[in-house]
């Protein structure tokens, strides 16, 4: 993963700014969470946790959480949320999920995780090692149209590293992630056993409580890329 410090510079910061920030709360989460489905009853593994938040909505519908993040005081937060209710585990996803056991997950959930990994191909042997026949991936990232018009734009189909300017309520700060073509978006999934079921671009609700010239933008440029995609059973 890139270094990017303001996960851990910023960790209070970036989780309290999660809850709340419409493209998270109005736009990013309930798309995942359309996504899931049912969820009553169903093993989940959450990556990339950040605060909590996520996974907080995840055990109140009924699913039996563990998440996981790299940053330490980020995993100590979620815990802190949760409660007992579920559990939050240090863990970096470019190494094995030694912790997760083979065919124990019904679902994995990478909520704006997975573009701060160069090469996806090592996690998703892993997730195909942890989920069950007929498990599920329900992930989203950075449009690759957004990652390539913040990159130079002399190679579309090379996987690189771009930043990104961030107002954290008032904390400006910059995001290092890793943009990629569709190509290299399904390919590895395809590679690895995966079947796409849904690919989305969806817009927010009309009633959610963003900002006009956000909300414009929500609906009208890239911004997000969904997809669900199921273990061959």
């Not at 990478?110 to 329900?138: K, M, N, Q």
């Not at 149209?145 to 107002?167: A, C, K, N, P, V």
């Amino acid at each position: 993963m890139p270094g990017n410090s303001l996960f851990s510079d910023h960790t209070e910061i970036y989780a309290e700014h999660s809850t709340h920030s419409g493209p998270n709360a109005y736009y990013e989460r309930p798309a995942i969470l359309r996504l899931a489905g049912e969820l009553a009853g169903m093993r989940v593994l959450e990556l990339g946790c950040a605060g909590g938040v996520l996974t907080e909505m995840l055990i109140d519908r009924g699913a039996d959480v563990t998440a996981v993040d790299r940053e330490p005081r980020l995993v100590e937060l979620a815990q802190q949320r949760i409660g007992q209710r579920g559990r939050a585990v240090v863990a970096d996803l470019e190494e094995p999920l030694d912790m997760v056991p083979t065919a124990s997950v019904d679902l994995v959930i990478a909520s704006l995780v997975l573009h701060y990994i160069a090469d996806w191909r090592p996690l998703l042997a892993e997730l195909d090692r942890c989920l069950v026949p007929g498990g599920a991936l329900v992930f989203s990232l950075h449009h690759p149209i957004t990652g390539w018009r913040l990159s130079d734009q002399t190679d579309y189909h090379r996987t690189e590293l771009i930043r990104e300017r961030w107002d954290l309520d008032g904390h400006e700060v910059t995001a290092s992630m890793y943009r990629r073509s569709f190509s290299e978006v399904f390919g590895p999934l395809r590679a690895a056993g995966f079947t796409i079921d849904a690919v989305e671009e969806p817009q927010p609700d009309e009633g959610a409580p963003i900002p006009d010239d956000l909300m414009q933008t929500l609906k009208t440029a890239p911004v997000f890329l969904f997809v669900r995609a199921e273990r061959s059973a």
